[in-house]
């Protein structure tokens, strides 16, 4: 997929707020991109336009053969629904719902969802599955997120600080468990953090700094998560 020349203004009334400057990416099909950079860089805008949550002032987003951007509602929807799953860092599951039942309603919107216990067995939460998202720890509800949007089968992980709400010791199984549908499920992965260290198992690292990437680096050698240490 590439961003092209990208940005985003928020009209505030008297002020103009630029979250992101004109900024291009490519993100290559089956790697895990680390975006880097402190609170208030445009990390979540730069995602929320590559998962087209949200529309760019100007630029052009394009995935495979189709331009978002220039596509309308429809094909935008499509795009979001089909191509995209998306882990927040308050997993924002529904909390009426089961754990079973939050899966099931992200895999009923997808014409190819994949199995619900192929998917599970990969998050590892079998015996959860009846509880409520208010039953489980915050390392199980973000693993039920994962499944959430993995069931979909997307082609795109979009991952907005999936760690950020838990302590060491649970992020880092989580980091693994994205690291492991990166590599199993050949899905592409673009997770964005303020913790530096995380960088060391990208594939490649944008660091960002006032609305800007400022920096795209290969890393020859991303290291397994269990070994990154904050
Ligand atoms: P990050 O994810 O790196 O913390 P954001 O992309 O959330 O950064 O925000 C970048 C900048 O844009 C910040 O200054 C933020 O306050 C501003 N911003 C983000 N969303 C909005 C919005 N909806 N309205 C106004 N300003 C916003």
Redesign the pocket.
């Known amino acids: 997929m590439k961003l092209q020349q990208v940005s ?1 203004t ?1 009209d ?1 009334g008297e002020v103009k ?4 400057k004109p900024s291009s990416l490519d993100i290559y099909a089956g790697e895990m991109l680390v975006i880097l ?12 336009i590559m998962g087209g949550m949200d529309s760019p002032t100007s630029g052009q987003v394009i995935f495979g053969d189709q331009n978002i951007t220039s596509g309308g509602e429809v094909a935008l929807t499509r795009y979001r629904r089909n191509e995209v799953g998306f882990v927040f860092q308050f997993y924002n599951l529904i909390p009426d719902l089961t754990a079973r039942e939050n899966i099931e309603l992200a895999a009923e919107l997808v014409k190819n969802p994949l199995p619900i216990d192929d998917i599970l067995e990969d998050v590892g939460l079998d015996e959860r599955m009846d509880h409520f998202p208010s039953q489980m720890s915050g390392g199980e509800q973000q693993r039920i997120s994962i499944a959430r949007a993995v069931v979909k089968n997307p082609r795109l992980l979009l991952c ?2 999936p760690t950020g709400a838990l302590d060491y010791e649970t992020g880092k199984l989580i980091l693994s468990l994205l690291k492991k549908i990166n590599r199993g499920r050949d899905c592409t992965v673009v997770l ?1 953090t ?1 913790n530096i260290a995380i960088g060391a198992m990208g594939d490649r690292v944008a660091r ?1 700094r006032s ?1 800007e990437i400022v920096e795209i680096a290969e890393n020859p050698t991303p290291v397994s998560p269990e070994t990154i240490e904050w």
């Open positions: 985003k928020y505030m707020v630029e979250a992101l950079g402190p609170s208030g860089s445009g990390k979540s805008t730069l995602l929320n907005d600080e964005i303020h960002m609305g």
